[in-house]
């Protein structure tokens, strides 16, 4: 597979909506901007739901209907967050599985994030994993640090692979807490994949902010694949705000095709992460 996967992630639980007025954050809004996101290369949504005062919310009716409607309107691949918010407690994120998405995220450990704490006690990430292999989910693993790398690692040794036995993570750099969102940092998270993952492992990566190019460019260099979305930045460029998700989505494509990987269909996703309808 030599082509480009590329996620977006639309939405996000930390950008206000009454500061970034095309934020998605209706499932109307949702599906749109899934639709063009599609059209321009996506092939995987990572999915953060909003309530009706546009605050996140892991409501379950919400979720199954994200997840009915994107089904219904797309082909992408649906990955539910189970990060959540920072305020968001272990039960109601694991429940989000409930909502029998394709993938969902698994966060490889707790990591500061700005002022805030992203909190996933070891136990936490077991039950996570552990539950999406019962329910035929398969993890993207997102790694805000190196020693998330190691994490799972010990993860995959004493419990095994996940579901579809292939391992799919996506570092997500420049969080002010986590690993530097540069260059040189894709290139020390591309080693460890190599030397402590198993064989075949792929991985994405996605830049917070001003870091979205470096680290877009460092990934198609290391044969990575790319998430954009404005649950990461919210500039097109400097004083440039995004017009829409799909502008981010463009231009990733346009990226990897100049790479001469050029972005992949989502059936050809679904064969790549071994999903359980990939034929
Ligand atoms: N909103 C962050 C605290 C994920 O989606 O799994 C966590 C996050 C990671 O966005
Ligand atoms: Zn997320």
């Not at 005062?53 to 309107?73: F, G, H, I, Q």
């Not at 190196?146 to 994490?151: D, E, N, Q, R, T």
């Not at 075949?200 to 001003?210: H, L, Q």
């Amino acid at each position: 597979m030599s082509g480009t996967l590329i996620t977006v992630a639309p939405t996000g639980a930390e950008v206000d909506k009454a500061e970034v007025p095309v934020l998605p954050v209706t499932l109307d809004e949702l599906v749109d901007t899934a639709v063009k996101c599609e059209a321009a290369g996506a092939s995987i949504v990572h999915v953060h739901l909003r309530d009706d005062d546009a605050k996140p919310t892991l409501d379950p009716v919400r979720l199954r209907d994200a997840v009915a409607a994107l089904r219904e309107s797309t082909d992408l691949i649906v990955q539910l967050s189970t990060g959540g918010s920072v305020r968001d407690g272990e039960e109601a994120r694991l429940a989000v599985l409930d909502a029998e998405p394709d993938m969902a995220s698994c966060t490889m450990g707790t990591v500061n994030f700005g002022d805030d704490v992203f909190t996933n006690r070891w136990e936490f990430v077991v039950r996570l994993h552990e539950r999406m292999r019962e329910l035929a989910v398969v993890p993207e693993y997102e790694l805000f640090d190196l020693g998330h790398l190691a994490s799972l690692e010990r993860l995959l040794d004493r419990h095994g692979l996940p579901f579809g036995d292939h391992v799919h993570v996506d570092f997500v750099l420049g969080v002010p807490g986590g690993a530097a969102g540069d260059a040189s940092t894709v290139s020390a998270f591309a080693e460890g994949v190599r030397r402590y993952l198993p064989e075949g492992t792929t991985f994405s990566a996605t830049g917070i902010g001003r870091t979205t190019l470096p680290v877009m460019f460092a990934s198609l260099a290391h044969g990575g694949h790319l998430r954009v979305g404005m649950e990461d930045t919210t500039s097109y460029a400097r004083r440039e705000p995004v017009t829409g998700n799909d502008q981010l989505v463009a231009r990733a494509a346009a990226a990897a095709a100049l790479a001469q990987r050029p972005a992949i269909t989502t059936v050809e996703a679904r064969k790549l992460l071994r999903m359980r309808d990939a034929d």
